[in-house]
Each structure stands twice: as structure tokens, then as C-alpha cells.
């Protein structure tokens, strides 16, 4: 049990319809990735945040895609209007940067994934 | 684009023999890591190696890095079916806030 938590673990949903995912990263880690990985390949990274702000977006996220982590905690993934190509597994992971009383961590511990599938 | 390449993209070996995977990448390197993957499950966390180091040991892993070489392998002693999962080597760039860059896996079968 790595500690990061997602949800919805399976979400099959209609063409042009709206997803959000939520990640619950492990609660002392300040730093939260998404990344997406599609069936034999590894994972590509989306989007990260530290704390609340959100400091890198790969070119794989394209408009209809957004991320939040409004109080540096949780963090929620919106797909709208869902494609055919969206169908992947979203993975969430996090990390400690360091900070006053925080050990920095390189390792990034990943949670178990939402699998998205786009009919 | 991913970065790293894992080669074997998949291998077959007999419990109790040993598996060598190997990975490339591409650009000046922090340190790389290696995760496995069970089907359909999230990624765990295996080995992490530095850039000044050369090899690192836990437990049933052997981690090599040759940072001239831009190449890594991992080596799975004594395999056992429970082995049997997807491996991934993952480059942590220096350049920049670029997160961790992954690799295609090795998909490795361990039979019993």
C-alpha cells in the first residue's frame, strides 16, 4: 500500500461526455504528478503540482484537459468532452520536495490508477 | 515522448533463473529508477540510483548505471512466478522541472 489513493478506479463513460478524477497523494508530500499510460507502454507524464501551484504541463494536455489542487492536498483531473483516444489509464503519484521538516524524496509513490475508457 | 528504452520489450525465463533488463536514455541524468508494474495496477517503486553511482543492491536486485553509456540494467536473481510483471526503468532529467521520463517496460513472464 503505497498510500496515494484514486477514484474512481474504472470509469467507462460516452463520447463527448465530461470525467473527473480525484488523487489523494500521501499526506506529507507536497508534490503530486498525473500521468497517463495507454496498454504497452509506459507511463507519460501529463502535469505537476507542488503544494497548490502547478509548475509543469506537458504538450499532452491539451485544452480539454485540467488540473487542480486547490489546497495542496487532494487533486482532481477533468477531461472534457471525452475522445475516443482519452481511453488510458490515468495514474497519480507523489513526492516530497523537501521543505522545513520534511525529508526530500526523489521517489515517486504511485497510486493504483483510473482506467478510463471512452465508448 | 518517452525517453527511456527498455530492452528485452518482453522476456521468458524459468523460476529460480536469474533476468536482465536493460534501458537507455537520452539526456543527463539526476538519477534513474526502476518500478514494476503488475497488470493492470499501479506502479511500485523498486530502486532508485544515483548518477555518481555505479551499482546499488536490494535484496534480489542488482542495478548497474553507466552514465557514459547512458545505459542501466536491472538484474532479477533466483526469479520466482511472483516476478512475473511489467518492469519499467524511469530517467529523472537534470534539465529544467521535467518529472520522471519512462520508459516502453519490459514485460517479464516468470514460469513455474
Known amino acids: 500500500d503505497t498510500g496515494v489513493s484514486q477514484n474512481p478506479r474504472h470509469k467507462i463513460t460516452k463520447r463527448g461526455q465530461n470525467v473527473t478524477f480525484r488523487c489523494d497523494p500521501i499526506s506529507e508530500h507536497n508534490r503530486l504528478y498525473w500521468y497517463r499510460q495507454t496498454l504497452g507502454q509506459g507511463p507519460e507524464f501529463l502535469t505537476y503540482?507542488?503544494?497548490?501551484?502547478?509548475?509543469?504541463k506537458s504538450r499532452l494536455l491539451s485544452d480539454r484537459f485540467s488540473a487542480e489542487r486547490p489546497k495542496g492536498s487532494f487533486s482532481t483531473l477533468e477531461i472534457q468532452r471525452t475522445e475516443q483516444g482519452d481511453s488510458a489509464m490515468y495514474l497519480c503519484?507523489?513526492?516530497?520536495?523537501?521543505?522545513?521538516?520534511?525529508?526530500?524524496?526523489?521517489?515517486?509513490?504511485f497510486g493504483p490508477g483510473t482506467r478510463l475508457t471512452v465508448l | 515522448s518517452q525517453q527511456g528504452e527498455e530492452d528485452p520489450q518482453a522476456l521468458s525465463i524459468q523460476e529460480g533463473e536469474n533476468a536482465t533488463m536493460n534501458c537507455s536514455y537520452k539526456t543527463s541524468i539526476n538519477n534513474l529508477q526502476w518500478y514494476r508494474q503488475n497488470s493492470g495496477r499501479g506502479l511500485v517503486h523498486l530502486i532508485l540510483?544515483?548518477?555518481?553511482?555505479r551499482e546499488k543492491h536490494s535484496g534480489r536486485l542488482r542495478v548497474t548505471l553507466d552514465t557514459s553509456k547512458k545505459s542501466s540494467s536491472l538484474l532479477i536473481t533466483a526469479s520466482r512466478a511472483a516476478d512475473t510483471a511489467s518492469y519499467f526503468c524511469a530517467a529523472d532529467p537534470v534539465s529544467g522541472n521535467t518529472p520522471l521520463v519512462f520508459g516502453k517496460g519490459t514485460r517479464l513472464s516468470v514460469i513455474a
Open positions: 503519484a507523489s513526492s516530497s520536495a523537501g521543505g522545513p521538516s520534511l525529508p526530500s524524496t526523489d521517489t515517486q509513490y
Open positions: 503540482f507542488q503544494n497548490e501551484a502547478q509548475l509543469e
Open positions: 540510483i544515483r548518477s555518481n553511482e
